[in-house]
């Protein structure tokens, strides 16, 4: 089989990404006063050295008012950390910023008064550990798209190759594209898609028409109420048609975290690619290149999706802090598999309220950002008492995904 993962691929806007393999976001929960120390230059540049064609960051904020978690990178007016930004771009010359804001997604020991298109909660347990948001104000919403037109315009200006929106995982973006979450019936709510346009029209003014931007979505929410396929296709379809250069697919949400493979069905995950059967149906909407991020364990199943024309990207995320040489090996040729396994503490209750699977995914990448390489084998207990150590009891709630 032609080894499709090897090739270049020219985005609309005419950059070129040097493979198929891209490195989707993952927390790094490691900022010092919000800012990216050694560690991210640590970390990234062991990525960069891996072969990877596309590295996206975890979540930048744009407001630190509204975090994810504790210690997240934020951009915004006022803070002054463009230097540790571009010694973090000067790492590669293929790094995106991931650009977010976590609307209600957002514990109650970092922000007691959370935003969000409607004052709606999570759904319980959930609702114990995140506060019910308050209705964002027409001139909050554009506040916030100001903010992340802002945070793109200073990317572009410390050299970094592109940005993305995230608009997965229930965070802001997603939670105005949702029914369940946006019940306003002003404009905002009448057209579940203009918050993220106006975001992507507002980037795309500050940062000009070759400056890469891509926004990571929701194929659905996969709860009752929520983001569907059909809206999903819709939205990659309208976005598509206004110049986005790369959609990312995902799913899920806190509440159904189906981007950790969760309640995904069994024949889904035999077939690696969490999400594929919903690409397929956006792919055949969409002008833009496609990326599909959960699940993908092996270079031949990467292949096979390639050549059927199902993805133009192969995204990974745990894989890959795992083992940072993995896309050196795929594009090798080498048959190699995955190391991700299921996590479980064994106790069921502790891992229904605690986020193990990031804890300890998080942990391999700080050991990164230490000049360490990860440790695979690492028990669960040990990421559960680390994470203990360094953030108190705190670290039991939840944290971004």
């Given at each position: 089989?032609?080894?499709l993962?090897?090739?270049?691929?020219?985005?609309?806007?005419?950059?070129?990404?040097?493979?198929?393999?891209?490195?989707?976001a993952?927390?790094?929960?490691?900022?010092?006063?919000?800012?990216?120390?050694?560690?991210?230059?640590?970390?990234?540049?062991?990525?960069?050295?891996?072969?990877?064609?596309?590295?996206?960051?975890?979540?930048?904020m744009?407001?630190s008012?509204?975090?994810?978690?504790?210690?997240n990178v934020?951009?915004?007016?006022?803070?002054?950390?463009?230097?540790?930004?571009k010694?973090?771009?000067?790492?590669?010359?293929?790094?995106?910023?991931?650009?977010?804001?976590?609307?209600?997604?957002?514990?109650?020991?970092?922000?007691?008064?959370?935003?969000?298109?409607?004052?709606?909660?999570?759904?319980?347990?959930?609702?114990?550990?995140?506060?019910?948001?308050?209705?964002?104000s027409?001139?909050?919403?554009?506040?916030?798209?100001?903010?992340?037109?802002?945070?793109a315009?200073i990317?572009?200006?410390?050299?970094?190759?592109?940005?993305?929106?995230?608009?997965?995982?229930?965070?802001?973006?997603?939670?105005?594209?949702s029914?369940?979450?946006?019940?306003?019936?002003?404009?905002?709510?009448?057209?579940?898609?203009?918050?993220?346009?106006?975001?992507?029209?507002?980037i795309?003014?500050?940062?000009g028409?070759?400056?890469?931007?891509?926004?990571?979505?929701?194929?659905?929410?996969?709860?009752?109420?929520?983001?569907?396929?059909?809206?999903?296709?819709?939205?990659?379809?309208?976005?598509?048609?206004?110049?986005?250069?790369?959609i990312?697919?995902?799913g899920?949400?806190?509440?159904?975290?189906?981007?950790?493979?969760?309640?995904?069905?069994?024949?889904t995950k035999?077939?690696?690619?969490?999400?594929?059967?919903?690409?397929?149906?956006?792919?055949?909407?969409?002008?833009c290149?496609?990326?599909?991020?959960?699940?993908?364990?092996?270079?031949?199943?990467?292949?096979?999706?390639?050549?059927?024309?199902?993805?133009?990207m192969?995204g990974?995320?745990?894989?890959?802090?795992?083992?940072?040489?993995?896309s050196?090996?795929?594009?090798?040729?080498?048959?190699?598999?995955?190391?991700?396994?299921p996590?479980?503490?064994g106790?069921?209750?502790?891992?229904?309220?605690?986020?193990?699977?990031?804890?300890?995914?998080?942990?391999?990448?700080?050991?990164?950002?230490k000049?360490?390489?990860?440790?695979?084998?690492?028990?669960?207990?040990?990421?559960?008492?680390?994470?203990?150590?360094?953030?108190g009891?705190?670290?039991?709630k939840?944290v971004?995904?």
């Amino acid at each position: 089989m032609e080894m499709l993962i090897q090739k270049s691929l020219t985005l609309p806007c005419g950059s070129i990404l040097k493979n198929r393999i891209a490195k989707s976001a993952m927390s790094e929960n490691m900022a010092h006063d919000h800012a990216p120390g050694k560690e991210f230059v640590k970390a990234y540049s062991r990525w960069a050295r891996g072969g990877t064609g596309l590295i996206i960051s975890g979540n930048v904020m744009i407001d630190s008012r509204h975090l994810g978690e504790e210690n997240n990178v934020v951009i915004e007016k006022g803070r002054d950390n463009l230097n540790e930004l571009k010694a973090w771009a000067n790492t590669s010359d293929n790094i995106w910023i991931q650009l977010n804001h976590p609307g209600k997604q957002t514990p109650k020991f970092l922000d007691k008064e959370p935003v969000a298109p409607s004052a709606i909660a999570l759904k319980p347990p959930l609702n114990k550990l995140f506060n019910t948001p308050k209705e964002l104000s027409e001139e909050q919403i554009q506040e916030i798209i100001n903010r992340f037109s802002y945070a793109a315009q200073i990317v572009k200006e410390c050299g970094f190759a592109g940005v993305q929106i995230h608009g997965a995982h229930g965070y802001l973006v997603s939670q105005f594209l949702s029914p369940r979450h946006n019940q306003r019936t002003d404009k905002w709510g009448q057209d579940k898609m203009l918050f993220v346009t106006e975001v992507y029209k507002a980037i795309r003014e500050k940062v000009g028409a070759q400056f890469p931007v891509g926004i990571k979505m929701n194929s659905a929410d996969f709860s009752k109420g929520g983001f569907t396929l059909e809206e999903s296709t819709k939205v990659a379809k309208a976005l598509s048609e206004l110049g986005m250069d790369l959609i990312e697919i995902s799913g899920g949400s806190y509440e159904k975290a189906a981007m950790m493979g969760v309640p995904i069905k069994e024949s889904t995950k035999k077939r690696e690619a969490y999400f594929i059967e919903y690409a397929k149906e956006i792919k055949k909407v969409v002008t833009c290149p496609l990326m599909v991020t959960g699940g993908f364990r092996t270079g031949e199943f990467m292949n096979e999706c390639l050549s059927l024309g199902e993805v133009d990207m192969i995204g990974m995320g745990r894989p890959l802090c795992l083992d940072p040489d993995l896309s050196n090996k795929l594009l090798k040729g080498q048959k190699v598999e995955s190391l991700v396994r299921p996590l479980t503490s064994g106790i069921k209750a502790l891992d229904k309220i605690f986020p193990l699977e990031i804890i300890w995914y998080t942990m391999q990448i700080h050991r990164m950002g230490k000049g360490l390489d990860p440790e695979p084998n690492a028990g669960v207990y040990k990421s559960i008492f680390k994470n203990a150590l360094s953030m108190g009891l705190q670290s039991i709630k939840r944290v971004r995904a």
